[in-house]
């Protein structure tokens, strides 16, 4: 967890901008463009129960949940990582929930299933609910977490009346999430908290009943009838989760379901929600640059600690572990873009590519939890490229030789409230790249009638690229000459300090196309990285006209 500090990190960049003259550092540059306090609602969460399950961990699985856990600094070594509350995802804690995952609670009946657990919990706020739900989150917030949530399975509700009590009693202790973990596909949850007039968050899965793969081991793609049933409870809750999941096919496993809920969606008529008032986000798992690209939540399950042989949830030559600063630039990119809801109709149209990109990974009793698949190659497909709120897919080119014609899954996405244009460059696993990797690709993105002097555009491009195109629609106010392009500024998004990049972009002659090369992306967007963080560069891009 060792951090270059601020100072370290920014003469860095200054030998970069002065010494190497990849960059200019302008005599006065804008400050950041990413808002410096998180927004007043937060969607994205840490959930506790991979680090739970790690091996060798004190008490591990269900067990290990409480305050030693949480926030005692004096844990055995065996306690690992502990206080979790401190020491995982620090910068990022002001905009995510902490989710207490399975077993925080007294009981699974009614009369007791949202009392902490009195035998991990200090009894001192252990005296009842929701009074103690509400010292756990003041204690958690006082660590700088936004809120607290609570993952729940067996939840019951003897009337719908007494279930709204319970979920107003717990939208007023400060409480903000719900994790519904199987046991509700019809929203009655969702429908009791809105009934309750709280602001809790309420979330659902649905699993594909095929195990945690789409489709068959073969083919690997989603059924019309699955994405449709994960449609219709997307419509009822708050927050759809796209698990269950096999950890080395992640991405198209839920870029697949996500991308088929947003088309199938969009759709519809467009006349609200089935249950009134629910936001129907679509929260893709860990994987934090598809949230991001495809405008949903993130339901963060990794933690920064090293990887281990035999943790059948983190694995593979990814090491998502080790990948906490992209956590950080996504965070913050929800600063200047939140969430969308699938329902949302200004975040039409959305396109899905005919082409598909196929993953494939041999399984065995070290990569997955599911003995079914042990011994067994497992395929998972997905769109080549999903977009939300542009009218064009983007144009994507292989360009790297150390994968000959491979090219990356791409998602790109333009918000519907804000404005801000998003693309993201996300991985893809084969058998014979040993799994994991991330093939660059020149990539064109089409982004609509373009904006006219009205700036900044603010462009965000996540993952590793060998160039991006961002190609605007002339317009009557688009042109000017070279002499007179626009100011391009650029910045890591996980930090606050802002380049000028004027000098080091191309503009098409008519002013409508913009490139900055891969080198660029790569610089600037890793900028603020921390010693040994293997994330992929997140960087945000302002066109001032």
């Not at 937060?42 to 409480?66: C, D, E």
């Not at 100011?487 to 004027?502: C, I, M, N, P, R």
């Not at 560069?537 to 006209?545: I, K, M, N, S």
Request: proline share 6%; glycine share 8%; net charge neutral.
């Amino acid at each position: 967890l060792l951090l270059l500090n601020q100072s370290m990190m920014r003469c860095w960049l200054l030998d970069v901008v002065l010494v190497s003259g990849v960059l200019g550092l302008a005599a006065a540059v804008p400050p950041s463009f990413i808002p410096s306090t998180p927004p007043k609602e937060i969607f994205n969460y840490w959930t506790t129960w991979y680090v739970q399950n790690r091996p060798g961990m004190l008490h591990s699985g269900a067990a290990a949940m409480g305050d030693t856990f949480l926030f005692n600094k004096s844990a055995p070594a065996s306690c690992a990582g502990c206080p979790w509350a401190d020491n995982f995802f620090p910068k990022a804690h002001s905009d995510l929930i902490m989710c207490l995952d399975n077993a925080w609670a007294a009981g699974t009946k009614f009369e007791n299933q949202f009392q902490l657990d009195g035998a991990k919990f200090p009894q001192e706020y252990n005296s009842s609910w929701p009074a103690s739900q509400n010292h756990l989150v003041q204690r958690l917030k006082q660590h700088g977490w936004s809120s607290v949530g609570l993952w729940h399975h067996a939840l019951q509700w003897p009337t719908t009346q007494q279930l709204s009590a319970s979920l107003k009693s717990l939208g007023e202790s400060g409480v903000a999430h719900v994790k519904v973990d199987g046991t509700d596909i019809t929203g009655v949850v969702t429908a009791a908290a809105k009934a309750a007039g709280t602001d809790i968050l309420i979330e659902h899965k649905r699993p594909s009943g095929k195990g945690p793969i789409n489709g068959n081991i073969t083919t690997g793609r989603a059924s019309s009838e699955y994405i449709e049933a994960l449609t219709a409870l997307a419509n009822r809750t708050d927050i759809l989760r796209t698990d269950d999941i096999v950890c080395q096919l992640s991405m198209p496993t839920c870029l697949e379901r996500m991308a088929g809920v947003f088309a199938t969606a969009a759709r519809g008529p467009g006349v609200g929600p089935a249950v009134p008032k629910a936001r129907g986000l679509i929260a893709p798992q860990d994987e934090a640059y598809l949230a991001a690209g495809l405008l949903g939540s993130w339901a963060g399950m990794r933690y920064p600690l090293p990887q281990l042989d035999g943790d059948t949830r983190v694995n593979g030559q990814r090491r998502i572990n080790a990948r906490s600063d992209e956590v950080l630039r996504m965070v913050r990119f929800h600063r200047i873009a939140p969430p969308v809801g699938a329902f949302d109709v200004a975040a039409r149209p959305v396109l899905v590519s005919d082409e598909a990109l196929t993953d494939a990974k041999r399984m065995d009793r070290t990569t997955t939890w599911d003995s079914a698949f042990w011994g067994k190659t497992l395929h998972q497909g997905a769109p080549a490229r999903t977009v939300r709120g542009l009218d064009m897919l983007p144009e994507v080119t292989a360009a790297d030789s150390r994968y000959p014609g491979e090219v990356p899954f791409v998602v790109a996405s333009k918000h519907p409230h804000t404005g801000v244009l998003v693309v993201a460059a996300l991985g893809r696993t084969l058998e014979h790249y040993g799994g994991w990797f991330l093939p660059r690709a020149d990539i064109v993105l089409h982004a609509g009638d373009h904006p006219g002097r009205d700036g900044p555009q603010l462009v965000a491009v996540f993952g590793d690229v060998s160039s991006i195109t961002v190609k605007w629609r002339a317009t009557a106010t688009a042109a000017w000459s070279t002499q007179a392009a626009p100011a391009v500024y650029g910045q890591d998004l996980a930090w606050d300090t802002v380049v000028d990049l004027s000098q080091h972009v191309t503009w098409s002659a008519d002013g409508t196309t913009l490139t900055v090369s891969g080198n660029i992306v790569r610089s600037v967007g890793t900028a603020a990285q921390r010693q040994g963080d293997l994330s992929d560069p997140g960087l945000l891009l302002a066109v001032e006209w």
